[in-house]
């Protein structure tokens, strides 16, 4: 064999052992990376060998060596402490655990008592946000009386009176932050309920709120599969605030909405609005743009609206009833307007209570109606009897035309036979508005 042939061979070799050397070096330097603190002098579970003609002899020395048999001794006694949790930490292992633990109790509490206030509607803060003091809010309350028997709300807000923790998660931040938690777990649920019954009806109405804004209030109606017992079911899911009112922007809201909530316009199989134009326009209303997107979206007018809408019509149109039902208000009027009063009333008349006047449902003025209908004689004797012996001359002239006027008082012919009728009217309308809604109640369904 030649000279060249044998450099060749020695080459070959070699190459395998490098090849093999990989495994080899991780299974025996990984011991003595973690435990040798004395640093092998051989640098091979430091930083490394690269004198590869002589690494198999360097590596057996090695691993014959003490330094590696201490460490690998120490390795396995460590694989053995960690199986059975007997470690040096394992005290310290034990507090974290404990405070884990802890933590997580505490968490659950606050959650609960978040849960229980937007359950109940019931606001949240006070005046102030501290503990132990007046006026701090319904949502400390609660936690001060847990506090009282819990023994995990006792620690936590020991801890946080000594200054053990800066972190109690009681502040407003952490409060809306669970509010915000909770209702997107809420309306997930929601939505998933929706999407297993695939099909659904929309019920849309609008209303300004406190602030003047028009807010927009979506609601779901569909068959619940998920209870073991299937029935159907209204579900809320949003308010938004609309600033364009016509059709076209409402159906554009409507369209944002589904698509927000991941659900199909092409699955919607039932409307319900009210009876305004920009609803129910048979040409540029929601109903309309909504039917030609998909002709399944059967719709559905207010059945109650309808009638509400048929008897402000009827009243506003008749001088004699407008009359009737202003001698109802003031009458309400006089009496509210002052706490004596109202004591007076109570104590003479007693029964049924006045009633104000509903502005949004005229069925619903059958309950003022009612008052006076079955207490005219007595009502009557009340006002003649503050007229009398009042010492405000306002309150003795408002007294006096409400008893006794022809034309604005309740002993007046015309007025006895307008409240027996109307109340007549009134109770088989509120009669009627019940059957519409169960009958509209069935049809959705």
């Not at 009612?370 to 306002?394: C, G, H, T, W």
């Amino acid at each position: 064999m030649d000279e060249d042939e044998c450099l060749n061979e020695k080459e070959d070799v070699n190459a395998v052992d490098e090849e093999d050397l990989d495994e080899t070096e991780d299974d025996s330097m990984k011991h003595c990376g973690f435990f040798d603190i004395h640093r092998d002098k051989g640098q091979l579970a430091t930083t490394g060998f690269n004198d590869w003609r002589n690494v198999l002899k360097r590596i057996r020395e090695h691993e014959s060596s003490r330094e590696h048999i201490v460490c690998m001794n120490q390795w396995v006694e460590l694989e053995l402490r960690l199986q059975t949790n007997q470690t040096i930490d394992k005290y310290s292992q034990g507090e974290m655990d404990k405070e884990r633990i802890h933590w997580r109790q505490v968490l659950l509490r606050i959650i609960s008592v978040v849960k229980t206030l937007a359950k109940q509607n019931l606001a949240f803060r006070g005046s102030n946000g501290k503990i132990g003091e007046d006026g701090n809010g319904n949502f400390l309350s609660f936690i001060e009386m847990l506090a009282d028997f819990d023994p995990i709300m006792i620690e936590h807000l020991r801890r946080y009176k000594e200054g053990e923790t800066r972190y109690h998660y009681l502040g407003n931040r952490i409060q809306n932050e669970l509010i915000g938690l909770l209702a997107n777990e809420i309306k997930a649920t929601i939505i998933k309920k929706i999407q297993a019954a695939k099909f659904f009806s929309v019920i849309l109405d609008c209303t300004p709120d406190i602030s003047h804004h028009e807010q927009m209030t979506v609601v779901i109606r569909c068959v619940d599969v998920s209870a073991t017992s299937t029935k159907v079911e209204e579900f809320f899911l949003s308010f938004i605030k609309v600033d364009d009112t016509s059709g076209e922007g409402l159906f554009r809201e409507l369209q944002d909405v589904l698509v927000a909530f991941d659900l199909k316009i092409e699955d919607v199989r039932g409307q319900g609005y009210d009876n305004g134009s920009n609803m129910k326009g048979k040409h540029k209303g929601v109903q309309k743009r909504l039917l030609e997107i998909n002709p399944r979206a059967f719709y559905t007018p207010c059945g109650c609206h309808i009638l509400n809408l048929a008897l402000c019509d009827m009243a506003t149109t008749s001088s004699k009833a407008i009359s009737f039902f202003g001698i109802i208000q003031r009458t309400y009027c006089f009496f509210a307007a002052s706490v004596k009063r109202w004591k007076i009333l109570e104590d003479r008349v007693g029964g049924l209570t006045l009633k104000p006047l509903s502005q949004t449902r005229w069925e619903s003025h059958v309950e003022s109606v009612k008052a006076i209908r079955f207490q005219a004689s007595k009502i009557m004797d009340d006002l003649v009897y503050m007229a009398e012996n009042s010492n405000d001359p306002q309150e003795q002239s408002d007294a006096e035309c409400l008893a006794t006027s022809e034309t604005h008082g309740i002993e007046s012919f015309e007025f006895l036979v307008s409240m027996v009728i109307w109340y007549n009217l009134l109770s088989a309308v509120n009669i009627v508005k019940i059957q519409v809604l169960r009958k509209q109640s069935w049809k959705l369904k």
